[in-house]
């Protein structure tokens, strides 16, 4: 049997260089519902399945925000907490611009420029996550701890 083999994108790059061990994962996009068919095809629950927004605050500044796959972001909150007046879901074109990887494929890791990263706090109690590595269909299995580690997120309290 042929061994499965992995893209290397820039996110796995990164990940490599700090040292950090992550187990990989390929599945079918699910292009309406990646969170959620990520979910289903590992036979995990969608609570693991982090998913990496981009969003704007109100001046056009880009951020990450870290949110489990079953919750949706309190823009509202995430506003409040930041302390900008409001903060919206950035369009595809700008999302790509800001972290070089394309919807349905965006990693926190290994973006192309620094942005602020922002994780619901509850995600980093969790032993184990799995998070998009990358590539549309590419996931990646790693420790909050590591994620903790190499991302340095901001805490924050914004999931409804």
Avoid: W
Avoid at 61 to 73: A, E, R, T, Y
């Amino acid at each position: 049997m042929a061994k499965l083999k992995f893209p290397v994108t820039a996110a796995i790059r990164a990940l490599r260089e700090e040292g950090i061990s992550f187990v990989e994962h390929a599945c079918k996009y699910h292009e309406n519902e990646v969170a959620v068919g990520t979910a289903e095809e590992l036979g995990i629950d969608l609570h693991l399945v982090i998913k990496t927004l981009v969003m704007e605050d109100d001046r056009g500044s880009p951020l990450i925000i870290l949110m489990h796959g079953d919750n949706q972001v309190s823009t509202k909150d995430l506003a409040r907490t930041i302390g900008v007046k409001s903060v919206q879901a950035a369009s595809h074109e700008a999302a790509q611009k800001h972290t070089g990887y394309v919807i349905g494929g965006i990693s926190p890791f290994g973006l192309r420029k620094s942005l602020p990263i922002y994780v619901e706090a509850s995600i980093l109690r969790l032993p184990r996550l799995f998070i998009n590595g990358g590539k549309r269909g590419f996931t990646i299995e790693i420790s909050s701890e590591d994620l903790a580690r190499i991302l340095n997120p901001m805490p924050v309290n914004v999931a409804r």
